[in-house]
C-alpha cells in the first residue's frame, strides 16, 4: 500500500524548534519530491515547502511567509523526509501534512494523515 | 488573502449539479501552470481528485471533471451525492511567488 506517515507533533514553547518526519512505503521514495502543506484550525490549506529527489539534486524552496525558519531534508535510505522547524510562534499551530509528487503536473496525490504541532506557552 | 479566489461556499440539492471556481491572475493560471482540484472530507486529509485542470486519478468518479478558461479554471460536480460533502481546493503554481498555491477552499453544502 502506497503510503506516507508523519510523526514528531506535539507542543512547543514560543520560539522553539520540532522536527517532523514523514515515511514513506509502498512506492519508490528515492523518485519522488515531497511536499509539506500545513493546515491551522478552521482555515485553509497553506504550502510550506518541498524538497526533489536527487536526480534534480535535492532541491529545496519554501514559501517566503516561514523567512528561513524552515528547512525540509530527505534521507532516501530510510525512505523518509523531514521538516525542521525552528524559531516557531504561536501563527505555526497547525496539522503538517506531507504529501507526494511523482512528476511535475501530476498533482499531490498521495497525502499522509497529518501530525498536529500546537505552539504555546 | 489567497493568491487563487474561490467563492467560500456553494450548495446543491441531490442530483444536481454545482460548479466552483478558481481564480488566478497572469503569474499562475493566466502563465498555463496546472491546475489541481483536492476534496478534504471533514476531519481527513485532502484527496487528489482533478490533476492538470480536467484528468481524474483512478478511482475517482466521472461525475466530477475540470476545466480552464482564461485566468480561471472550475471544478463541476453532477449528480450530486451526499457524501460530496467536504471542502474543495484549487492548487497551482505561481511563477511572481515561485511558490505553490492554494485557493482559500470551498465549502460544499448538499441541501
Known amino acids: 500500500e502506497v503510503q506516507l506517515v508523519e510523526s514528531g507533533g506535539g507542543l512547543v514553547q514560543p520560539g522553539g524548534s520540532l522536527k517532523l518526519s514523514c515515511a514513506a512505503s509502498?512506492?519508490?521514495?528515492?523518485?519522488?519530491?515531497i511536499h509539506w502543506v500545513r493546515q491551522a484550525s478552521g482555515q485553509g490549506l497553506e504550502w510550506v515547502g518541498r524538497?526533489?529527489?536527487?536526480?534534480?539534486?535535492?532541491?529545496?524552496s519554501y514559501a517566503a511567509s516561514l523567512k528561513g525558519r524552515f528547512i525540509i531534508s530527505r534521507d532516501d535510505s530510510k525512505n523518509t523526509a523531514y521538516l525542521q522547524m525552528n524559531i516557531l510562534g504561536t501563527e505555526d499551530t497547525a496539522v503538517y501534512y506531507c504529501?507526494?509528487?511523482?512528476?511535475?503536473?501530476?498533482?499531490?496525490?498521495?497525502w499522509g494523515q497529518g501530525t498536529t504541532v500546537t505552539v504555546s506557552s | 488573502q489567497s493568491v487563487l479566489t474561490q467563492p467560500p461556499s456553494v450548495s446543491g440539492a441531490p442530483g444536481q449539479r454545482v460548479t466552483i471556481s478558481c481564480t488566478g491572475s497572469?503569474?499562475?493560471?493566466?502563465?498555463?501552470?496546472?491546475v489541481h482540484w483536492y476534496q478534504q472530507l471533514p476531519g481527513t486529509a485532502p484527496k487528489l481528485l482533478i490533476y492538470a485542470y480536467s484528468n481524474r486519478p483512478s478511482g475517482v468518479p466521472d461525475r466530477f471533471s475540470g476545466s480552464k478558461s482564461g485566468t480561471s479554471a472550475s471544478l463541476a460536480i453532477t449528480g450530486l451525492q451526499a457524501e460530496d460533502e467536504a471542502d474543495y481546493y484549487c492548487?497551482?503554481?505561481?511563477?511572481?511567488?515561485?511558490?505553490?498555491?492554494f485557493g482559500g477552499g470551498t465549502k460544499l453544502t448538499v441541501l
Open positions: 504529501t507526494r509528487v511523482i512528476v511535475a503536473g501530476s498533482g499531490m496525490d498521495v
Open positions: 524538497i526533489r529527489s536527487k536526480a534534480d539534486s535535492y532541491a529545496t
Open positions: 492548487q497551482s503554481y505561481d511563477s511572481s511567488l515561485s511558490a505553490r498555491v
Open positions: 497572469s503569474s499562475n493560471i493566466g502563465a498555463g501552470f496546472d
Open positions: 509502498g512506492f519508490t521514495f528515492s523518485g519522488s519530491a
